[in-house]
T-cell receptor, first 114, second 112 residues
Framework: AQSVTQLGSHVSVSEGALVLLRCNYSSSVPPYLFWYVQYPNQGLQLLLKYTSAATLVKGINGFEAEFKKSETSFHLTKPSAHMSDAAEYFCAVSDGGATNKLIFGTGTLLAVQP | SQTIHQWPATLVQPVGSPLSLECTVEGTSNPNLYWYRQAAGRGLQLLFYSVGIGQISSEVPQNLSASRPQDRQFILSSKKLLLSDSGFYLC???????????FGPGTRLLVL
């Protein structure tokens, strides 16, 4: 069975500071990994995904994530936070099989202080 | 390009009333379709998925049901709503054989 753990339900950073959102996964098969962002009262928007190609994945809005198999991690980073980055971020894993069910973490709410 | 619609955007319903939420996808054919629920303070839980017309798989036993009467239409229903059915319902689609799911704008349901 697959699972995702997001450490830190709330993260607060200052504008211009590094953003680091942690995600660890468990999977018995090579995983597909995703980061989604959700702004208040909106659906989920795909930030980036790992699908067994390059281990460092670049996404939209300056975010990137690195797949580390040895650490079973897929942490999301951004060098410099912007006020518009304030949102909830979800890490998800799938096995890429026929049904491709996504298993989500519980989310991390990012606050950006001026 | 593909777009996914959900309606209504917001719904307030009394306990015991019926429910029908609709999701439609444009710009693609034979998508895989998914219903998720996001309860307050919790992550997203997969409720149903469908790989084709009339084919529905349920992930958790509950008060809800799903149907897929047309290729790009996915409906979430209930005969009698419970307070615990309150939440944010998200529909998603993906192209068969590809790994990425794309989400709709969601429906916020409040059961009173």
């Amino acid at each position: 069975a697959q699972s995702v753990t997001q450490l830190g339900s709330h993260v607060s950073v200052s504008e211009g500071a590094l953003v680091l959102l942690r995600c660890n996964y468990s999977s018995s098969v090579p995983p597909y990994l995703f980061w989604y962002v959700q702004y208040p009262n909106q659906g989920l928007q795909l930030l980036l995904k790992y699908t067994s190609a390059a281990t460092l994945v670049k996404g939209i809005n300056g975010f990137e994530a690195e797949f580390k198999k040895s650490e079973t991690s897929f942490h999301l980073t951004k060098p410099s936070a912007h006020m518009s980055d304030a949102a909830e971020y979800f890490c998800a894993v799938s096995d890429g099989g026929a049904t491709n069910k996504l298993i989500f973490g519980t989310g991390t709410l990012l606050a950006v202080q001026p | 390009s593909q777009t996914i619609h959900q309606w209504p955007a917001t719904l307030v319903q009394p306990v015991g009333s019926p429910l029908s939420l609709e999701c439609t996808v444009e710009g693609t054919s034979n998508p895989n379709l998914y219903w998720y629920r996001q309860a307050a303070g919790r992550g997203l839980q997969l409720l149903f998925y469908s790989v084709g017309i009339g084919q529905i798989s349920s992930e958790v036993p509950q008060n809800l049901s799903a149907s897929r009467p047309q290729d790009r239409q996915f409906i979430l229903s209930s005969k009698k709503l419970l307070l615990s059915d309150s939440g944010f319902y998200l529909c998603a689609w993906r192209r068969g054989g590809l790994e990425t799911q794309y989400f709709g704008p969601g429906t916020r349901l409040l059961v009173l």
